[in-house]
C-alpha cells in the first residue's frame, strides 16, 4: 500500500538549520558569501543575495531538460517538474534511471524553508534472506547475481516521486507525463551514449529483452541517430498519469514485473504483492555546516553522511585550499577519502535493520582524529570506531555503473536535487511493462557475516533497503536560505565526485561548470582511481613524488549536474553546470550555464 501524507512527517527548518551552525562555531566569516579562491570578501563589500529562483533545470538529457522546463512555464513546481525529468529520463536514458527503479530526493521548500529527504530505495521481497546471491554455499560472481530475477528489488521510484508530489505538488498529477507519453510513442533520437550502451557485446544488452528492444525490423542494432519508439513505455506512463501510482504498484504493471523477475535464469522471489507494499519513506535531512555554508543530505541508507564526513575532516585539512593546481591538495583530498569509504562500508546500512552511528561519524572529536591519520596513511585506511559505533562485518558490496542526477529550482525558489537508478547500465537487463527493471539488491554485501559470524551492515534481509551510495546535495547559506544544489551518479565513487565538487565550488570558487569538468580521482582502499588523462603532466609528477600513482578509474564516470545561485555580471542568477562525460545540460536564466 502506498501512503500519501499531505505534508512531510520531519523536516529541517531554516531556523534549526541556523541554530544548528550556530552551535557548531565555525571560525570566520559567518554568513559571508565565499570569494574565489576560497577567501571571504570584507564585510564592507557583501552583497545582498536575493532570494534563488529558478526557472532552472540541469539533467542528463536536453529531452529531460525541456519537459522539467515546460513544467515550470506552467506554473508547476520543482517536484512537479521532477516527476516530467524521471518519466523522460527513463525513456531516453535507460542505460541508467527509470519507472524500474529507486531515487533519493532532496526537497528546498522557500516557503516554509524546510528541508526534508524522500527515500525511494529498492527493497528486498519477502522472501530473501542473508545468503540471497549465494549458490551451492558459494556467492554468485557479480555478472551472473545482476542478470539473475534475484537482483531486483520492489521498484521505489514512482512511489517516492507520488509521495513528494502530493505534499509539495502544484499542477495536477496527470499534467506531469505528456512528454514521456509522446516521445516513447512518436519516438525520440538515440543519442550517441545510449547508442554506446546498446553496441555492447554482453551483459544486460543482450538479454532476450533488450535484443528485442535494441534490434531494428532489419536485424540490426539501433545505433545514435536513428529513432527508437518505445509504445509499451507510452501505455504505461499513459496509465500511471490517470491512475497514479497505486494503479503502478496495485495492477498490471505490478504484475508484469514480478512475472519477469520469475523467468530464468535464476528466477527471483519478488511478487506482486512485495510491490504493492511497498511504502516510500520521507526521512528529514542530514544537515551540518561547512565552513561558511550548511551541507544537506539524505539520512542512512544513503550514504550521504560520509559526504559531510569527508568535509568536516577537509576542515581540518589544510593542504585542501591550495587549490585544484596543487598536488598537494588533490593528496590530501584522496587521503581523507580512504578514511571515510573505510567508515563508511564498516557502518551504513539501513536504519530499519542496524544501528548506524551518524551522530558519531560526525562528532568533531572524531573526525579531527581521523583527520590526523591521513598523512600518514600508506595504503587502505582502517575503519574508526566513532562514538556509538557497533563493530560489524567487512563489506563485500559490488555497485556498478548505471544512475542519474539532476537538479530543479522553480520560480519561487523551490529545488529539488535528486539522483535516481536502475543500478547497473540497463538494470539486470530485464524488462517489463517498456522499462529496464532494477538490479539494485545486488548493492547488498554478498558476504553477508564475517569469519567470526557478526552480520555484516548491508547484508541482505526481508524488506530491507540495500546501502545506497547516492547523495544529493542541497546547500544553504548561515540563515537556511537555498545557495546551490548538485548530485552525480558514479557507484561507490559518487561520494568522490560529489565531494570533489562541493570543494571545488566552495573552497576554491570555481565556476559550476570548470569544476564539474576537474579531473577525478578516487581512493577507496590501497588505489587511486582516476580521469588519468585529465590530470596536467605537472600535477601527475606531483601526486607521484607523494606516492599517488593514478590509474585509469574503474567506476561509473561522474555525471555532475546542478548549480549554485551566484552573482555574476548581470547579477544573481544560477551558475549552472552539466558534467561534460555525460550529454546533459544546465538551463535557466544561470550565468555560465551549458546553454
Known sequence: MIVLPTRPLRAVTAAVVAATVALAGCAGGQGLPRAPGGSTAPAAAVPVAPMARGPFVAAANPLAVEAGLKVLREGGSAVDAAVAVQAVLGLVEPQSSGLGGGAFMMVFDAGTGEVTSYDGRETAPAAATPELFYENGRPLGVGEAVLSGRSTGAPGAVAMLAMAQAAHGRLPWNALFGDAERLARDGFVVSPRLAGFIAATRGQARTRWADAYFTKPDGTRYVAGDVLRNPAYAGTVAELAVGGAEVFYNGRVAREIAATVAEAPRPGALTAQDIAAYEPIERGALCRPYRIY?????????????????????????????????????????????????????????????????????????????????????????????????????????????????????????????????????????MAAGFFLNNQLTDFSFSPTRADGAPAANAAAAGKRPRSSMSPILILDREGRLVGALGSPGGPSILAYNARALIATLDWGLPVQTAFNLPNLVARGDGFGADTERFSEALRAGLTARGVTLRPNDSETSGLHGGIWRQGPNGWAWDGGADDRREGVARGEAVGSRQ
Do not use: K
Open 294 to 430: 550548511v551541507i544537506c543530505v539524505p539520512p542512512p541508507p544513503s550514504s550521504g553522511v560520509a559526504v559531510l564526513q569527508l568535509l568536516a575532516m577537509a576542515e581540518q585539512t589544510p593542504d585542501i585550499a591550495l587549490g585544484p593546481d596543487s598536488a598537494g591538495a588533490w593528496t590530501a583530498f584522496a587521503q581523507l577519502q580512504r578514511l571515510m569509504y573505510a567508515d563508511r562500508d564498516r557502518y551504513v546500512g539501513d536504519p530499519g535493520f542496524v544501528r548506524v552511528p551518524v551522530q558519531g561519524l560526525l562528532d568533531p572529536g572524531y573526525t579531527a582524529a581521523r583527520a590526523a591519520l591521513a598523512p600518514g596513511l600508506t595504503g587502505a585506511a582502517e575503519a574508526g570506531t566513532p562514538p556509538g559505533g557497533v563493530l560489524t562485518g567487512p563489506d563485500a558490496t559490488h555497485e556498478p555503473a548505471g544512475t542519474s542526477h539532476f537538479v530543479i529550482v522553480d520560480a519561487e525558489g523551490n529545488a529539488v536535487s535528486m539522483t535516481t537508478t536502475v543500478e547497473s547500465v540497463f538494470g539486470s537487463g530485464r
